[in-house]
């Protein structure tokens, strides 16, 4: 959760116009860490807190 929101956090930041959904690219991380291993699997797990 802390990384959806600190993504929200940045995301708000840069751009007025745009629109960027927490859930779906925490979903979407999810995915990958599911298939990644070794050092990727690490580093997406931290950033996601999985």
Not at 4 to 24: I, K
Request: cysteine-free; aromatic content about 8%.
């Amino acid at each position: 959760m802390d990384f959806a929101l600190e993504l929200l956090r940045y995301s708000s930041e840069a751009d007025e116009t745009s629109l960027l959904s927490p859930f779906a690219v925490v979903s979407a991380m999810s995915v990958l860490y599911s298939g990644a291993r070794g050092k990727t699997e690490r580093e997406i797990g931290a950033a996601i807190s999985a």
